[in-house]
Each structure stands twice: as structure tokens, then as C-alpha cells.
């Protein structure tokens, strides 16, 4: 426990300031970070899926997810026009005609285009939050991942030392209660303190964001941790170390941004 521990934090004491400074330089470092993200972490779903005897292209899918992000990064940021969306309906369609040619043709195609579900899909809307009201907004991205690693990194400390009332034992038998209300209660104090110092939203308005990604980020974690459950597997990948895979790492990130994308929307530009 201490050994990974230490692990765990040395990685994010080097990973965390160069993600830090490659989101605040420029909106194009910000692009070309989270495509290597994601490009490992759809790396990692389709080998899981191989070893698993689900065999998806994944040449074909890693090509579509590339394309889809970039397409849609450049659209909102205004270099290109809205009208190429409308090639992308058309990828989809030829991956339909790709898994013709398979020997297992449903159960391929089921997995090529889950892992762009799954995983391409959020990274694209992770766009839209970037370009709120029409710029690029370092600090808000930023902010958002402070919160969810205030989350899950609480969540982890306090369940590994003192959780003791399983939270989905089914699924997750780590996971526990008094770890899933520590991460609300810190990435709630968290919220407010990163509102006291960024006025893109108000306090309020930090407090609420900081709930969502509280509650959707543990949804996120237990997502994966039932594909890794029918898996057989402990972690995604080895890549990070202390922390596993990058699909390990980033989980709770994949099922928070359509919510916060929602509150963004919704929320925040109504009321």
C-alpha cells in the first residue's frame, strides 16, 4: 500500500505540472495532449478487447477517433467550417461496411465503435468546454481536472485506509462509501476555493460543478471497473506508473464531461 502510494505520487508530481503547462500555453498544445490521451487510452480498450477474443479494427477505429477530434477541435475553433461535420456521419457508415469482411462481424463492429463512444466522443465535447463563450479557456479546463483528481484522490486515501462499507461491491469491491463522500466533501471545498480565485463562474456555480464531477466522476470509475471485471483484469495498462493504464487514470474524466458540457449549457448560460 505505501510502496504504490509513493508511486502514485511521484507520477502526478512530474504528470500533473506538464499537463498543467501544456493546457495553459496554447490552445494547440492543449489539442495535441489530450490526443495523445486519448489515443492511449483507445489503444488500451481495443488490446483489452483482442486479448478477450472481441477483435475490433483497430487501425480503422484509432483513425476515425483521430479524425473526429480533430475535425470537431478545429470546427469550434472557428479555422474550419461548421459544414465538415457532415463528413463524419460518413466514417461511421464505412466502418458498417468495413466489419462485412470480419469473421466475427457484429461483435467486431460492437467494440470498433464502443471504444469511439466511449472514449472518442467525450474528448470531442471536451471542446466545447474548452471554448466557453467562444475563446480558449486554459483555467477552466484546468480547474476541471483539479477537481477531479481532488476527487479521486481522496476518494482513494480515504477508502484505502478507513473505508470500510462497500459503495458497489458487485462491481468494485475497493470502492466504498466513506471514500465516495470524502471526494464530494473535498472536491466541494475545492470548488469553492478555485471560485474564490477564478471568476469565470460564481461561487455557487463552482459549488454545483464541483457536485457533478463528484458524482459522475465515481460513475466513471465504476464503468470501467465493469469492463475490467468482464475483462478479468486488474488494470488497464502499465503505462502510468502507480496508477496503471491511461484508461485507469482518466476514467472518471470520459463520464463527467457530457455532464459538465450539460451544465455548462443548461445551467450556466440560463440562469
Not at 509513493?6 to 501544456?22: D, Q, V
Not at 496554447?26 to 477483435?55: R, T
Request: overall charge positive; aromatic content about 16%.
Amino acid at each position: 500500500m505505501k510502496k504504490n502510494l509513493l508511486k502514485r505520487t511521484l507520477t502526478s508530481l512530474i504528470g500533473i505540472p506538464l499537463l498543467i503547462m501544456a493546457i495553459s500555453h496554447s490552445s494547440w498544445a492543449y489539442f495535441g495532449v489530450f490526443l495523445l490521451i486519448q489515443s492511449g487510452m483507445l489503444i488500451e480498450f481495443y488490446q483489452l478487447a483482442k486479448k478477450n477474443d472481441f477483435p475490433p479494427l483497430k487501425s480503422w477505429g484509432f483513425c476515425c477517433a483521430s479524425i473526429l477530434y480533430t475535425v470537431s477541435f478545429l470546427v469550434i475553433k472557428k479555422t474550419i467550417a461548421a459544414q465538415y461535420l457532415y463528413t463524419l456521419p460518413g466514417l461511421v457508415a464505412f466502418t458498417y461496411i468495413l466489419h462485412i469482411y470480419q469473421k466475427k462481424a457484429f461483435t467486431s463492429l460492437t467494440y470498433t465503435l464502443l471504444g469511439i463512444l466511449y472514449i472518442n466522443i467525450p474528448f470531442c465535447l471536451l471542446h466545447c468546454i474548452a471554448f466557453f463563450q467562444n475563446q480558449y479557456t486554459p483555467l477552466l479546463i484546468i480547474s476541471i481536472l483539479i477537481l477531479i483528481w481532488t476527487n479521486d484522490t481522496s476518494a482513494y486515501f480515504v477508502g484505502s485506509q478507513w473505508g470500510k462499507h462497500k459503495l458497489f461491491p458487485s462491481i468494485s469491491p475497493k470502492k466504498t462509501w466513506e471514500g465516495a463522500i470524502s471526494g464530494i466533501l473535498l472536491t466541494s471545498i475545492a470548488s469553492i476555493g478555485i471560485g474564490y480565485y477564478i471568476y469565470i463562474l460564481s461561487t455557487t456555480q463552482w459549488l454545483l460543478l464541483g457536485f457533478v464531477v463528484s458524482i459522475t466522476g465515481i460513475y466513471g470509475d465504476l464503468i470501467e471497473s465493469v469492463f475490467k471485471r468482464s475483462m478479468k483484469i486488474k488494470d488497464s495498462g502499465k503505462i502510468i506508473l502507480g496508477h496503471g493504464g491511461m484508461l485507469d487514470r482518466f476514467d472518471s474524466l470520459l463520464v463527467a464531461i457530457p455532464f459538465i458540457l450539460f451544465f455548462f449549457k443548461i445551467i450556466v448560460e440560463n440562469f
